[in-house]
């Protein structure tokens, strides 16, 4: 999965992390290319916040490795950390502060110059859309323009990588669209590399050019949603005899499942797009004819809902659990912290 990504603006091999008894991470792997926009998605508890801590340096790994923009993380460079830029999701700037005079004080707070933070403050309130709030006190601020502020504050010392926690928790449409066109528009004109953890993932889908998937503190899936959602695609194939098929495919290494889709002799087959030209050849030299194959990529909900079944599967064999382990099961939390 790492090997085949090159990675300069964050990578993360092994990593673990305990609170007392609690294993809140325990191994995950992560490669960020530089100007991506990248997707930590999982469920809740899965561990996304505490890698961006880690990833940070508030909290120390207890194992692995973690870089940043080239550097090791770990003890924690300032002149590293100087070029990445964090809106968390409980961001909250000084009610009694303007827009402009919070951004002059993150970049003093930076080492700039007053001049220098003064032109940043500008520079980053017009990025955003807020110019004209600019000298309006936060109090006043909806929250969509306090998200956009937090944007601005991520961003007012350049840097080269930005992560965001949550990002459009609390908004409503109409901010969500503002936000995802602020993000693609800055990252399309400022070439900055974005890591943004959320459990929505048609948000992500949108916004996101690579995602990685945590489960229970491990990276269970990583890559494009491009590749992801093609790879994991369904195909309708129409075939005769149909037992014959499904006999040949059942017990094909390549198939990912195969079910009915009708009476007509289609099966819905699911199989990497690189297995299309086995599946035909194998199934014509078991004397099926092939009649017809259609099929689209899956949606990232559905290729998250099937990496979480199958880290559950695993663990639960591994331990001889039920798997799922609870009536509700972790497809069923996937599907619904998506909605």
């Not at 689209?296 to 559950?312: D, I």
């Not at 382990?325 to 619904?336: I, N, Y």
């Amino acid at each position: 999965m790492i090997g085949r990504m090159l990675c300069p603006a964050l990578f993360l091999r092994g990593v673990t992390y305990s609170f007392g008894p609690v294993q809140a991470l325990t191994a995950v792997d992560l490669c960020v290319n530089e100007a991506t926009v990248y997707g930590l998605i999982g469920l809740n508890g899965a561990g996304k916040t505490t890698t961006i801590r880690v990833v940070l340096g508030l909290l120390r790994p207890h194992g692995g490795e973690v870089r940043v923009l080239g550097a090791d993380a770990v003890p924690r460079e300032p002149r590293v950390f100087r070029r990445v830029g964090v809106l968390f999701e409980d961001f909250a700037a000084p009610s009694y502060l303007t827009g402009r005079e919070h951004l002059v004080l993150q970049g003093l707070l930076l080492g700039m110059t007053r001049r220098e933070a003064a032109l940043a403050a500008e520079r980053w309130l017009g990025a955003v859309g807020l110019p004209a709030k600019a000298d309006a006190r936060v109090r006043g601020y909806s929250l969509g323009m306090r998200r956009r502020l937090g944007l601005a504050s991520a961003l007012v010392g350049s840097p080269r990588l930005v992560i965001l926690d949550e990002p459009t928790n609390g908004l409503d449409p109409q901010g969500i669209g503002d936000l995802r066109g602020l993000i693609l528009e800055l990252h399309r004109r400022e070439g900055v590399t974005f890591l943004l953890s959320s459990h929505i993932l048609g948000e992500v889908e949108q916004l996101c050019g690579a995602v990685g998937i945590l489960h229970r503190g491990r990276t269970v899936l990583e890559g494009p949603v491009e590749e992801l959602t093609r790879r994991a695609g369904s195909r309708l194939v129409r075939v005769a005899p149909v037992e014959r098929a499904l006999s040949v495919l059942g017990a094909a290494p390549w198939c990912e499942g195969v079910e009915r889709a009708g009476v007509d002799g289609a099966l819905r087959v699911r199989l990497g797009a690189e297995a299309v030209p086995r599946m035909v050849r194998e199934l014509v030299e078991a004397g099926v004819d092939v009649h017809e194959i259609s099929g689209s990529a899956e949606t990232l909900e559905s290729v998250f809902r099937r990496a979480v079944e199958a880290a559950e599967e695993a663990e639960a064999d591994q331990h001889g659990k039920p798997k799922g382990g609870s009536p509700e099961g972790g497809a069923a939390r996937a599907a619904r912290s998506s909605s």
